[in-house]
């Protein structure tokens, strides 16, 4: 689907793919300009970055270059903060442990949704967070960081 | 082709006593439950009770670790149809269309669908087994690198320009993300684009990624959903609809027949297996189909063509496990380790000497597929209730099973920075019309392609005509050039038709 609205984010993402084509090839070729070591990257890499220059050719010949085209949807914007919460979700496991996390970042899902019924948001998220990382801490062969349950 | 003297002595071992059928029906729950919880392997869950059949005999420990093979592969797909979270890397293709027929409310006949197709294919898959397995085991013999790394590439190419309109973007993704599939050590020890990072030497954890791509960032785009499923009278579970899919599947005998013959071929192929299989079935259904573009918008053909290959794949590895003993994935590898441990050698002199014991197999397997079926219909109405919770629990719970399960598949908090990574990026790339399963396929491929690329290298000697004396690999390389530019091809020469006849 295409928009009126300039978007600059398409033109960004295919600069981004061309950017670590570049880098991911410069790489390579800085461990070893063996033929074995870039059999694979090196023509990879050129056809990738061939793809990107085709794609901005006939993105600025037809005017689209700064229109967005992708599946309809909302904006970015208002899913960043679900996007922001997983993020500190996952950076917090390191610190407040798998169990403790995990009931914070439920209850806190939650609370960002609209549940405002105070003993099923609390219930849940409890029942849940410590239930899966008791579950998961059992099936595993290795040791989970936990705050509260045993590791 | 058949020695019926050691086909008696096969039935013999399975019905002398009941013992080896009491490991079954657990077997086929511990694959449901670990193919169903995205993150937990089938081949973990073998790798776990394996010391368990240190106490079974041979055909008994078999049994119990194939019981857990067949009820995973159904199982895997149950996640990638009612969350879009394939359970393992042989269901990405379910979820293509199982995914968009539970949002359309036919969970239901999505899940009889994918529990028909995994039964069908399963018994189609021992029956091609059952009659081939010596010409078979031949067959994978004379499969070298570079037909591997041609059935790679037209495999990575038919899924990258699946997107019509925006190949060039499915092109990009897919390429980028074989590209990402080789960060880390090659197999000469030289590591590329680790960053310096310890963790990223034996490359992107790709499961995690997978899991990141498919499943988180598709999550972030329903956060502000109410449901999977808007209407509330589709929510629903009824039995009558699951034997509706049933019905569905069966309507299709070619889409099936097509899958399961990709199944056990591609199956075969040590290291390729399941995982390219379904895909390979599902572009292929979609192709010759008469309206490709209803696919990815919930075509039951698209479930059919995937579950059918994913299902007979186990057959076909199988195969490659009993007749040349070389596992072709992780759930083969761990059988054999059971063979291992029952000092067993498989390969053409098991075959030859202990004929008895692999029909016995073989024919436990077709049992296995009846029992499938009946316990698989007791699972999918538990199972199908997901559809009535709303999104505001489901998402943060299927995002906290997918970071545990991250955290199972590595040991260390790699999985779960990696789930976090990649669903940024899937979100990102999803946003702007990229084809995420292509960049997910590409990593899932990027490193195999790699080993493929160099062996032929090396038997080569870098010489170029040595590719002219291999016929297989041309003939994959013109179907791969067939697939990207037929349609055009066609296109132009109609054109050109038209106008001369004008």
New interface residues.
């Given amino acids: 689907m295409t928009t009126n609205k300039r978007d600059y ?2 033109l960004l ?1 295919l600069m981004a ?1 061309a950017g ?2 570049l880098w ?1 090839l410069m ?2 070729i800085r ?2 300009s ?4 870039l ?3 090196l023509p ?2 050129f ?2 970055l061939a ?2 220059l ?2 901005v050719v ?1 993105r600025l010949k037809d005017g689209t270059l700064f229109q ?4 309809e ?2 904006p ?1 914007f ?2 960043l903060p ?2 922001g919460l ?2 500190a ?2 950076i917090s ?2 610190t407040l442990g ?1 169990d403790v996390a ?1 009931v914070v ?2 209850a806190l ?2 609370l960002l ?3 405002r019924n105070w003993l099923l948001l609390g219930g ?1 998220s409890l029942v ?2 410590f239930g ?2 008791f579950f ?1 801490a059992e ?4 040791p ?1 960081h936990m705050l509260v349950l045993p590791d | 082709m058949i020695d019926l003297a050691a086909v008696e002595q096969g039935l013999a071992l399975l019905f002398s006593s009941f013992a080896p059928w009491m490991v079954v029906v657990p077997g086929i729950v511990i694959g449901l439950i670990f193919g169903a919880t995205p993150g937990l392997q089938i081949s973990m869950a073998m790798a776990i009770f394996l010391p368990m059949t240190l106490y079974m005999d041979f055909v008994q420990a078999m049994l119990f670790l194939t019981a857990i093979f067949t009820g995973g592969s159904f199982g895997s797909g149950i996640p990638a149809i009612l969350m879009n979270i394939p359970g393992t890397s042989s269901a990405i293709a379910t979820a293509f269309d199982g995914y968009p027929m539970a949002r359309q409310g036919k969970h239901n006949q999505a899940l009889g669908v994918a529990l028909a197709s995994s039964v069908i294919g399963v018994l189609m898959g021992y029956l091609i087994l059952f009659v081939m397995i010596q010409p078979l085991s031949f067959m994978v013999l004379k499969l070298g690198p570079a037909e591997m790394f041609a059935i790679i590439l037209w495999g990575m190419t038919l899924i990258a320009s699946l997107r019509g309109e925006q190949m060039l973007k499915g092109l990009m993704a897919g390429f980028v993300g074989m590209l990402v599939g080789t960060i880390g050590f090659n197999e000469l020890g030289m590591a590329r684009g680790t960053m310096g990072q310890t963790y990223l030497l034996d490359g992107v954890p790709v499961i995690p990624a997978m899991m990141g791509m498919f499943a988180a960032s598709e999550l972030f785009k329903l956060a502000n959903k109410g449901y999977i499923v808007e209407s509330e009278a589709s929510r629903k579970v009824r039995v009558g609809e699951i034997f509706q899919g049933f019905k569905m599947a069966v309507a299709y005998p070619w889409v099936l027949i097509r899958g399961g013959l990709i199944g056990v071929f591609v199956g075969a192929v040590p290291g390729v297996g399941s995982s390219v299989s379904n895909l390979l079935s599902y572009v292929e259904t979609q192709r010759r189909d008469e309206d490709p573009s209803s696919f990815g918008k919930g075509n039951p053909k698209g479930v059919v063509a995937s579950e059918s290959a994913n299902s007979t794949s186990e057959a076909g590895s199988m195969a490659t496990l009993l007749a040349l003993g070389i596992p072709g994935g992780g759930a083969t590898a761990v059988m054999l380790a059971a063979f291992a441990m029952h000092n067993i050698t498989g390969g053409p002199q098991f075959i030859r000497q202990q004929t008895d014991v692999v029909y016995a197999i073989i024919f436990a397997n077709f049992a296995q597929v009846f029992l499938l079926m009946v316990i698989g219909l007791l699972f999918i109405p538990l199972l199908a209730n997901i559809v009535k919770v709303p999104m505001r629990y489901l998402i943060p719970s299927v995002l906290v099973l997918a970071v545990m399960g991250s955290f199972g598949l590595t040991g260390n908090m790699t999985g779960p920075a990696t789930v976090l990574i990649f669903a940024v990026v899937g979100w990102l790339l999803r946003h702007y019309g990229y084809s995420v399963p292509a960049a997910v396929i590409g990593m899932l491929l990027g490193a195999m392609a790699e080993k493929s690329l160099l062996h032929s290298y090396q038997i080569s000697g870098g010489d170029l005509a040595y590719v002219l004396e291999r016929p297989v690999t041309l003939i994959i390389l013109a179907l791969l050039i067939i697939s990207l530019f037929g349609q055009r091809l066609v296109g132009w020469f109609r054109g050109r038709q038209r106008t001369a006849g004008a």
């Fill in positions: 984010g398409d993402v793919l670590f084509t991911y790489d390579a461990v070893s063996a033929v074995q070591n059999l694979l990257i990879l890499s056809v990738v793809i990107v085709l794609e006939l967005r085209q992708g599946e949807g909302e970015l208002r899913t679900v996007v997983f993020a979700y996952v496991l390191a798998f995990t970042f439920v899902f939650l949704k609209g549940e849940y849940f967070g899966v990382a998961f099936m595993l062969p290795y989970m």
